[in-house]
Nanobody, 123 residues
Framework: QVQLVESGGGLVQPGGSLRLSCAAS????????MAWYRQAPGKQRELVAT???????NYADSVKGRFTISRDNAKNTVYLPMDSLKPEDTAVYYC?????????????????WGQGTQVTVSS
């Protein structure tokens, strides 16, 4: 079973920066696509950024140019440095990963979520 643990959230002033990290642990066969989502109070969870194992990335329009997703496949870790933070970025940020199930030859992937880390942007 694979677990994801996020870290790096906190309180920051508008215009500031934070760096989120998410590490996968447990019995890992292979980690595929990884992503960051966020959920603000009273709103639905939304996709922030995704990254494939090969490093291809996609971003929500609202964070393009400010957030940068990256990963270290050897450490099974994904990062999200966030710059020029705005109050509307306030949310719980969740890490998501696709974890191969069974064996390296398997074509089945589990959808794994972290517990979330709070990011608050406020003066």
């Amino acid at each position: 079973q694979v677990q994801l643990v996020e870290s790096g959230g906190g309180l920051v002033q508008p215009g500031g920066s934070l760096r989120l990290s998410c590490a996968a642990s447990g019995i890992i066969i292979r980690i595929g696509d990884m992503a960051w989502y966020r959920q603000a109070p009273g709103k639905q969870r939304e996709l922030v950024a995704t990254i494939t194992r090969g490093g291809n990335t996609n971003y929500a329009d609202s964070v393009k140019g400010r957030f940068t997703i990256s990963r270290d496949n050897a450490k099974n870790t994904v990062y999200l440095p966030m710059d020029s933070l705005k109050p509307e970025d306030t949310a719980v940020y969740y890490c998501n990963a696709q974890s191969k199930r069974g064996s390296i030859w398997s074509s089945t992937w589990d959808d794994v979520w972290g517990q979330g880390t709070q990011v608050t942007v406020s003066s």
